[in-house]
C-alpha cells in the first residue's frame, strides 16, 4: 500500500472490535481496515455505512451484490471486486452469473430490473453522474422510491471504497479464490467502462 497500516492500537475499542469482526467474517483483517485504523473516526464511520448498508440488504441482496460488483470492476479496484465477489456468494448469484457481470448487455443473463441496476451502477460511475430517465423509469417499475434510494446508496458507497482503495493501492487478499477453489473471477474489468471524464 502506499500508505502503510495503523500502528498496532490495543487500547482503542473501535479497531480492536473491527480487526476481530474483520476476522471473523474473512479469517484474516483486511487491508483496508488496517489502513482506516490510522483514523479511528473515519474506521467508526466506515463501520455504520457498511452496517446500514447491510440492513438495507436483507431484501434486495442479490441485486445489491450485482450493482457493488459492477462499481469496483469499473473502478477497477482488485481489492473491492475480490471482496465483492467473495460476498456474491452469500447471495443467489452463480459463478457464471457473475463472470457475466463485465458483459451484462451481450450475455443477456439478467432480467429488466437487474439490468437496470447495472445500468444505474455504470451512469454512477461515470463523470458527470448522469442516470437517464429510461433507466430510472425501469427502477421505479420495479421498486419503491425508497429501495431506490437504497440501491443508489450502494452503488455511491461502492464508488468511495473502490477509489479510495485503488488509489492507495490496497491489495486484494484472495477471498473470492479462496471461497471458489481458486476460481474467483469476474469476467474481466474493462467491458463497458463509463465515459471519460470530463475536464
Known sequence: ?????????????????????????????????????RLPSLLTAFGVMDTVLAGLRRDRRRLHALVGLRAAMLVDCPFCIDLQIWESRFTTLSAEEIGAVSQWRQRGSFGELESAGLALAEQMTATPADVDDETFRILRKHLTDTEILALAAV???????????????????HLAAA?????????????????????
Open 1 to 37: 500500500m502506499r500508505i502503510g497500516p495503523a500502528p498496532h492500537r490495543p487500547w482503542n475499542p473501535v479497531v480492536r472490535l473491527s480487526y476481530r469482526e474483520s476476522r471473523r467474517r474473512t479469517g484474516t483483517v483486511l487491508p483496508s481496515l488496517r489502513l482506516y485504523a
Open 155 to 173: 452503488v455511491g458507497w461502492e464508488n468511495f471504497r473502490a477509489r479510495v482503495a485503488k488509489a492507495l493501492h490496497c491489495p486484494p487478499v
Open 179 to 199: 471461497a471458489t477453489g481458486g476460481t474467483g473471477s469476474a469476467g474481466g474489468t474493462d467491458a463497458a467502462r463509463p465515459a471519460p471524464t470530463r475536464s
